[in-house]
């Protein structure tokens, strides 16, 4: 069983391991009072502490520091009494085509964790066309991991980040540990009533995205940023064919329907450096230059890569971005050393939230830029995605519009959506649940 010297929660004098009276408001204060009680950890001291601060505006008896991710893996005791994964299918408005792959459906696998103490998490697996298994893989793989997690004795937050990163190590299944850690974490921050976007570093609760045209022709496109542009919409994503001249007509064509938008160009790895440059060349005859230019060249490309930033930045004053040559720590790091983009681009289902987190720390001091995405993802996924990135504050570029490309929202509650304006509620967690019957076997 577990003592006091085993159990880090003891030292404040509560060794319950699955923390479940600690965060029931109702036993800490009453119901009628103004004050609510918070579990904070001090960054200056690494020491923990309970207190107590008025809801009141103003009347918080001195400042407090933020409860964060990292001290929180330390000291919260994870007790999953069960956990289960569904597949989570939403149809789109219409097709989506990215580079040489068409979607027609959303097919991922939505985690729901529920711990001991009654709280619940969620989470999300992202399946693409791109990567080597299906739904039904995915599903099998979040079984066996979730049957591991309700078997297991209640180990601290850390530790069971850990146990999941070891049964999905490297890249194969990286959106299956990511759904995982989703879950874990949202769950975590549903036990100590703290929004996620506190958890992460509490810079803000809202951000401003880009909207996603997807290959297609430049009368749709040009329909697509005219409707971007009544919504509010300033940075469009789009996506490129593998046509240069097909390319150039579609750019002009959202050009026309909103003037001022500033150009994220994804062409998918759909170049080669030449064929890249040649764009940039084009583009800049016709008075069209692009913000950032998005993994232009095959992700192996290194050489082509660091040609065409070359001359994106010197000549033409535009930022390269690298996606899928960010496949894991290495792949970043090279990009770092060699100088060979401006920005990285991370998704979360790629790194997950642990993965994110070490990648931030890695970056910030390098002078490169961030960008953070999304792929083909419910609001689950976009919401955890979206708290990183208000939370953290320090993504350049934002992108996580994935789920206005839906037919449906599955989603009850989350963040608030005013055109490009996502706002993350003060609600505990990411705030937002799946309509979970909807989803049976």
């Keep these: 069983m577990f003592n006091h010297?085993?159990?880090?929660?003891?030292?404040?004098?509560?060794?319950?391991?699955?923390?479940?009276?600690?965060?029931?408001?109702?036993?800490?204060?009453?119901?009628?009072?103004?004050?609510?009680?918070?579990?904070?950890?001090?960054?200056?001291?690494?020491?923990?502490?309970?207190?107590?601060q008025s809801a009141v505006s103003g009347s918080t008896e001195r400042p407090r520091t933020s409860l964060g991710l990292k001290n929180l893996t330390e000291i919260f005791w994870v007790d999953v009494h069960?956990?289960?994964?569904?597949?989570?299918?939403?149809?789109?408005?219409?097709?989506?085509?990215?580079?040489?792959?068409?979607?027609?459906?959303?097919?991922?696998?939505?985690?729901?964790?529920?711990?001991?103490?009654?709280?619940?998490?969620?989470?999300?697996?992202?399946?693409?066309?791109?990567?080597?298994?299906?739904?039904?893989?995915?599903?099998?793989?979040?079984?066996?991991?979730?049957?591991?997690?309700?078997?297991?004795?209640?180990?601290?937050?850390?530790?069971?980040?850990?146990?999941?990163?070891?049964?999905?190590?490297?890249s194969e299944f990286a959106s299956v540990r990511a759904g995982l850690e989703m879950a874990l974490v949202d769950a975590v921050a549903n036990s100590i009533d703290v929004p996620?976007?506190?958890?992460?570093?509490?810079?803000?609760?809202?951000?401003?995205?880009?909207?996603?045209?997807?290959?297609?022709?430049?009368?749709?496109?040009?329909?697509?940023a005219a409707k971007y542009y009544k919504l509010g919409f300033k940075t469009l994503e789009i996506k490129l064919g593998r046509n240069v001249n097909a390319d150039i007509e579609v750019l002009q064509a959202v050009r026309a329907a909103h003037p001022h938008c500033l150009f994220i160009l994804d062409a998918n790895e759909g170049y080669t450096s030449k064929e890249a440059i040649e764009v940039l060349h084009k583009l800049n005859e016709k008075g069209v230059i692009p913000t950032v230019f998005e993994q232009p060249v095959h992700r192996d490309d290194w050489r082509g890569l660091g040609d065409v930033s070359n001359v994106a930045r010197h000549k033409y004053g535009v930022s390269v971005a690298?996606?899928?040559?960010?496949?894991?720590?290495?792949?970043?790091?090279?990009?770092?050393?060699?100088?060979?983009?401006?920005?990285?681009?991370?998704?979360?289902?790629?790194?997950?939230?642990?993965?994110?987190?070490?990648?931030?720390?890695?970056?910030?001091?390098?002078?490169l830029e961030l960008m953070i995405d999304s792929v083909a993802e419910t609001r689950l996924a976009t919401g955890v995605a979206g708290h990183l990135a208000a939370g953290l504050g320090c993504f350049r570029y934002v992108n996580i519009s994935a789920p206005s490309l839906l037919s449906g929202d599955p989603i009850v509650g989350g963040y608030e959506v005013a055109g490009s304006k996502y706002k993350f509620v003060n609600s505990r967690g990411q705030g937002g649940f799946l309509k979970w019957d909807i989803f049976s076997w």
């Design 5 to 52: 010297l085993s159990n880090p929660m003891a030292s404040l004098g509560f060794c319950c391991p699955t923390n479940s009276f600690l965060f029931s408001r109702s036993s800490l204060v009453n119901h009628r009072s103004n004050l609510q009680t918070r579990f904070i950890v001090s960054s200056s001291t690494s020491s923990s502490e309970l207190v107590t």
């Design 322 to 367: 690298a996606d899928e040559s960010c496949r894991d720590l290495t792949d970043i790091k090279k990009l770092m050393e060699e100088n060979l983009v401006d920005v990285i681009n991370i998704k979360l289902s790629k790194f997950g939230v642990l993965g994110i987190l070490e990648i931030v720390e890695m970056v910030k001091k390098s002078g």
């Design 196 to 224: 996620l976007w506190r958890l992460f570093g509490g810079v803000s609760n809202s951000l401003s995205t880009a909207a996603t045209i997807p290959t297609t022709s430049s009368a749709k496109a040009f329909d697509l």
């Design 82 to 170: 069960c956990a289960e994964g569904r597949p989570l299918n939403v149809g789109l408005q219409e097709p989506v085509t990215v580079g040489c792959s068409r979607l027609e459906k959303v097919e991922n696998v939505a985690v729901r964790v529920e711990l001991s103490n009654g709280c619940v998490g969620w989470g999300e697996v992202s399946v693409v066309p791109w990567v080597n298994w299906n739904q039904a893989t995915a599903l099998e793989e979040v079984r066996k991991a979730c049957e591991f997690l309700s078997q297991g004795s209640p180990v601290t937050l850390n530790l069971v980040l850990h146990q999941i990163s070891e049964m999905f190590p490297g």
